[in-house]
């Protein structure tokens, strides 16, 4: 069978790391990561995390398999996350949760739920959206469409065209938004779209499932929720899969949740009692390690508000980073507004650079973008940033 097998492509953007560590230019800029950096390049443990592990490795006494959601005290803590710590959502109730490993187990185990018990369902994602969506959901069988979301001349969401599209979609079907810090655009619904976007879910019968990736990154912990939140007081049904990743720096750790909301809590228990068999035959039950991290964290008042602080500087960098890059292009004058730039959340921003130009940013200048013209405003730095403005004008 092998020998029979053709060559799989490589991962655009993990073939494009690989050219830039073989780059032998010592001021090469590298835009096209996925992660968080620091102003030094480095994706740091936060000290928080370091804390957790030090008390874990002391408190430890088993390794025995966890329950198949994982532990009930981390699906709270989620749960307080996701809906405030005074919902009634975040004591359980009509609110279930799963460990899963990572934002990406949690969409997966959400899409053969519903590869199971939705039939004939499909999904859609915006357009652009996280490349790994229709690969994630087809894995589960389910068909992915996709619906406008980005105005590319402005920058920012393409708010009648979105909404248009989702009152056209059927109530079988089922929504993807990206809870904050859209990712390739970084351009996110408003508070007013947010509640139209609930007024149409609750009007049209679809089924949201929110993908919440960088809660915090945007404009606060709570702030970023608001859409989760807008949705779970007016839609009867709802899924969200969480992914402690980035705001935990928790990437390799694996660790994220699918919570779902049901009209009523006897609903909410046979549903996750599904999930279960879902989990069982995927990958039986959840990595520990990130999760109880996340768990002692978040259940600890100091290093909860500890790691309160360090998320806020992080989103305050990536921030700060959009702005001044914004400012760099517009003393520029390079005859484009990136303004949408500072408008934008989240570590991801399309340039607008086509794919020839994006060529010549990495051959003549070093600067590395994925060929969208993605860039993560977290490889940006005090340091590079006059550099990397340039380079945008000069190819312009
Ligand atoms: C929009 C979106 N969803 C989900 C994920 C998955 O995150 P994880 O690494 O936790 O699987 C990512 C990660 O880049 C993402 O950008």
């Known amino acids: 069978m092998f020998e029979s097998l053709q060559m799989a492509p490589a991962d655009p953007i993990l073939g494009l790391a690989e050219v830039f560590r073989n780059d032998p230019r010592s001021d090469k800029i590298n835009l096209s990561v996925g992660v968080f950096q620091d102003e030094n390049g480095c994706t740091p443990i936060l000290d928080v995390v370091k804390e957790a592990e030090r008390a874990l490795l002391d408190a430890e006494t088993t390794k025995d398999y966890l329950p198949i959601p994982g532990e009930a005290e ?196 046979v549903a996750l009692s599904q999930l279960k068999l879902v989990i069982r035959a995927s990958y039986s039950n959840p990595p520990a390690h990130g999760g109880l991290v996340v768990s002692r964290v978040l259940g600890d008042l100091a290093l909860r508000a500890r790691w309160e602080d360090q998320v806020t500087a992080m989103r305050n960098r990536l921030n700060q980073m959009r702005q001044m890059l914004a400012r760099h292009l517009a003393d520029l004058k390079v005859g484009r507004d990136f303004s949408f730039l500072d408008k934008g959340r989240g570590m991801f921003a399309l340039t607008g650079l086509s794919s020839e130009q994006v060529g010549v940013l990495r051959d003549t200048f070093g600067v590395y973008l994925i060929g969208s013209g993605r860039i993560n405003v977290a490889g940006l730095t005090p340091a590079n940033i006059d550099r990397v403005a340039s380079a945008i004008a000069a190819v312009l």
């Open 74 to 269: 981390f699906g709270r803590s989620v749960r307080a996350l996701l809906f405030g710590v005074d919902s009634n959502l975040s004591s359980g109730g009509r609110a279930v949760t799963a460990h899963a490993p990572g934002g990406t187990g949690a969409l997966r185990i959400a899409a053969d739920l519903l590869a199971r018990h939705r039939h004939g369902s499909r999904l859609w994602v915006s357009a652009p959206t996280w490349p790994n969506h229709p690969g994630v959901f087809g894995a589960a069988g389910l068909e992915t469409l996709s619906y406008p979301w980005y105005d590319a001349t402005s920058g920012t969401v393409d708010q009648e065209r979105f909404l248009e599209a989702l009152r056209a979609i059927p109530a079988n079907d089922v929504v993807v938004l990206h809870g904050c810090c859209h990712n390739p655009t970084g351009a996110d619904a408003d508070r007013d779209t947010w509640g139209q976007i609930t007024t149409i879910a609750a009007e049209r019968g679809w089924l949201p499932m929110v993908d919440f990736a960088y809660q915090g990154f945007g404009d606060g912990l709570d702030v970023d929720a608001l859409g989760v939140r807008l949705l779970a007081q007016r839609v009867p049904e709802l899924l969200v899969a969480s992914s402690f990743s980035k705001n935990f720096g928790l990437y390799r750790e694996r660790v994220g949740a699918l919570t779902l909301v049901a009209a009523k809590p006897a609903a909410a228990e």
